[in-house]
């Protein structure tokens, strides 16, 4: 049961540093799930409640990261809420096709709905780019993060 337990928290772990990276899954979820089942393959006596803790608090400020990146680009380049929106309906629509879908979609979505509330071609553009790049910047801090609770769970694992 304990090496099933440890092999489904690397199996999770590996998923969820792609979902970090790829819009749509829930990455950093998946990543501490997949600590968790390895801290219960042993009876959570390498890594106790208290690392567990620390580490659902570095999770859900991961999470906090990828909303308040993707609005902090938006507002950076002066778009409406109406941007963020489109960005976050571009995501999902961009999922259906693959990495390209992927990286246009919330740029698309923001420069269209941006485009639809000012009808001003270049703000949209602007509007657009803001987005994509908080959005690429909450990526990496969520990477960032995602590593952060890696090396503090293998820490505690190994020492």
Known sequence: MGE???LAGVVLVIVGLVGVVVPGLPGVLLVYGGLVCAAWSDGFTRVGWMTLGI???LAIGAMALDFLTASYGAQRAGASRWAAVGAA???LIGLFFGIPGIILGP???AVLLELLVRKDI???GKAGVGTWLGLLVGIALKLALVFMMI???ALAWFV
Do not use: C, S, V, Y
Request: aromatic share 16%; net charge neutral.
């Open 89 to 91: 309906g571009g995501t």
């Open 55 to 57: 580490l659902l608090l």
């Open 122 to 124: 270049l703000q949209a």
């Open 4 to 6: 099933a337990m440890f």
């Open 107 to 109: 740029f698309l979505g």
């Open 151 to 153: 090396g503090i769970f």
